[in-house]
C-alpha cells in the first residue's frame, strides 16, 4: 500500500468534516452540489433594495443608539466601529493563516451534536477547492463559539473592540462557566450562511464583518414562523435554499405576513439584530466577521424570562449576582418569578419549572448602576472585551443559536456542541 501524500491527507480531512457535518449528503453521489446553486443566480443583487437606516457611529451616541434603536427594538446598520481595529489587517486569510493555521475551527455540528472542526489551514483549502467551496450549494461555514476560550486561538479578542452601544453585557453576572455561548468568529466561502432563526434567550445581537458582503433579511419580532418557514417539499434549511425558495415569495402580492428588511452588509459595518426578529444571512463572496449576543437593560426582562425557562440553574445564580451587581434589575427579576410562580401554584402545581426553587437572600445590595454611556461611541475607546477567558467545554453552545422554541438554526446549539467527539 503506498503513502498517501500530503494532498491527500487534506483531502481525506475536509471529507470526514463534511461527512459529519451533513451526514444525509454523500460526496461521492456528488449530492453536496445536486441543487447547482453554484450554478445559479442566488448571489444576485439585482434589483435588491437594501433601505437599512444607516448611520455613522461618529452621529451616533450611546444614549441615541439606546433610545432610536435598542429600547425600539429596530435594526440599524452602524459604520465605522471598526475603523480602528487590528483585525481590519489581521483577519485576511494570509494572516490568520499564518497565526491560527494549525487551529482547529468549529465548521458544523454532527448528527449527536458534537462539533466538527477543521483546522483554519485545511479550511482555507476547503474554501477555494473547485471539488468542494466553489461548488457546494451550501458550503461548510466556521462559526466557532470558543475562539476566545481556547489557549491557541484567544489572542483574537485583542483583535477588535465591543463597540461602547453594547457593552452592558448582563450575561457577564451569570458567571463565566455558566453564561450562555455569547460571541462567535464566523467565517465562510459564498453561499454558506445562517439559514432563517430568531437569536437564543431572546438576546440583541451585534455582528461586525472585515471582509466580504454579507446579504441579510430581516423580519420582525410577531411574524408567525409558518409564514416565513413554509415547508417547501425537497428543500432544506440551509440558509441558501430559504434565499433561492422562499425569498422570491415575500415579493409576491399574496405574501401573508410582513415584508423582510433587506440589508447588503459591506465590510465595515455592523447590523445591529435586536432580539425577537427573524433573520437569514447568505455570504455573497468569502466573508470574515465577529458577532456577539447580549442582554442589556433594554431588553432585559424578555431575556430574563427565556432565561429562567430554559436555563433555570443558570438563572438562579444570574440572579443572585445581579443582587449584588445591579438592583435595580435583580428587583424586575425577582417580581417576574415571583408571578410566575404564584400563576404555577394557583394553577394547581403543574408548574412549568424549576425556577421557582432556588431563591434565597435578599436584595440589600447596592446596585452599581447601568454601563455607562459615556459620549463617545467609536472604536478606539476602551473594550471590555476580554472578560472571559473561561475554557467552557461541554455546555458551549451554539453560534447562530436559535434555541429559542424555534429550532429553526443550522449551526448554533445544543449543550455538548462545543466538544468535539473524543474531548475529554
Ligand atoms: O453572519 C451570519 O451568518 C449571521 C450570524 C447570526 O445570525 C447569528 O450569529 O445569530
Ligand atoms: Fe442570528
Redesign the pocket.
Known sequence: MGETSPREEIEKKICTAKRAARSELSISRREWCKNGYAHSNVLSTDGLLDVAERTRCQDLSVSDFVKLYEQPRLPVVITGLADAWPAKNEWTEHHLEERFGQHRFKVGTDDDGYAVRLELCHFLHYMQSPNHALVDDSPL?I?DATFGDRHSSRSMLNDYKIPPYFREDLFQFAGKHRRPPHR?F?M?PAR???SL?I??LATN?W?T?IKGR?R?ALFPPGTPKKAVLPSILGVDSE?VSWFYHVYPYTQSADWPTAKPIDIIQEAGETVF?PGGWW?????LET?I?V?H?YASSSNFLRVWKHSLRSRPKMSAKWLLALRQQRSDLAAIAQENRDRDCLGAFTHSSTSSSSSCSTSSSSSTSTSTSSSSTSSSSCSSSTSSSTSSTSTSTSSEGC????EVADDS?T??RRKTEDSCRGDG
Request: hydrophobic share 40%; proline share 6%; no cysteine.
Open positions: 461555514y462559526f462567535w464566523v465562510g454558506s450562511g445562517s432563526h437569536d437564543p445581537a455582528n464583518l454579507k441579510w440558509a439584530v433573520h437569514a444571512v447568505l455570504n466573508t466577521a458577532t449576543n453560534p447562530n443559536s436559535v438554526h449551526a448554533k
